[in-house]
């Protein structure tokens, strides 16, 4: 009953900034945690961000901690990532995903998952 669709990738410099969008479809949504996760080539699907349905617990990855920001409006069906000083070893497709309760960090907690969006951060 939960469909997803990010938007706001694209190939940005290393240092920029992109914003990506997950807009969620289904009444349940406000009932639901979110997460993005992103995979690069040849590698596994990794965490990025995490987000309860509140939005008041939040949870990042180490390797994005105070350059990545998750947020969430749930009137308008969307959670948010923020992406600030971006490197290019951020470069993957990212996902977002939900599940209905808070999955955190842990990938089999998700139900339901976006088609991607491509990040590619060039030097």
């Known amino acids: 009953q939960v469909q997803l669709v990010e938007s706001g990738g694209g190939l940005v410099q290393a240092g920029g900034s992109l914003r990506l969008s997950c807009v969620a479809s289904?009444?349940?949504?406000?009932?639901?945690?979110m997460g993005w996760f992103r995979q690069a080539p040849g590698k596994e699907r990794e965490f990025v961000a995490a987000i309860s349905w509140s939005g008041v617990n939040t949870e990042y990855a180490d390797s994005v901690k105070g350059r990545f920001t998750i947020s969430r409006n749930n009137a308008e069906n969307t959670v948010y990532l923020q992406m600030n000083s971006l490197n290019p070893d951020d470069t993957a497709v990212y996902y977002c995903a939900a599940e209905p309760y808070y999955g955190g960090s842990y990938i089999n907690e998700y139900d339901y998952w976006g088609q991607g969006t491509q990040v590619t951060v060039s030097s």
């Open positions: 289904g009444r349940t949504f406000s009932n639901y945690g």
